[in-house]
């Protein structure tokens, strides 16, 4: 897989609870690709593609490095993506 549904990747990645919240926080404009803000939930996301997403009174800065087929617990979402506010996993 090369590209997945933002909100899609949003959902599995764990970013959200559901994916109907995953594709309203991107209408609402809260989502940004590589610094420009996107509003199709089904805008497609690629490997190395940095999310900078607008939640709760708080950032996070995403940098998508996987794909997943289903939803799984926290510890397969978490290799979905490097944290950038963290640093790089080693």
Do not use: C
Request: charged share 30%; no cysteine; proline share 2%.
């Amino acid at each position: 897989m090369e590209r997945q549904r933002l909100d899609k990747w949003l959902w599995h990645a764990r970013v959200v609870k559901a994916r109907t919240s995953a594709a309203a926080l991107v209408e609402a404009g809260h989502v940004r690709i590589n610094g420009v803000r996107e509003k199709a939930p089904g805008h497609a996301v690629k490997l190395g593609d940095v999310l900078t997403i607008g939640l709760d009174h708080s950032v996070r800065i995403l940098k998508v490095v996987g794909f997943a087929e289903r939803r799984g617990d926290a510890q397969a979402a978490r290799v979905l993506y490097d944290d950038l506010q963290e640093g790089p996993r080693s």
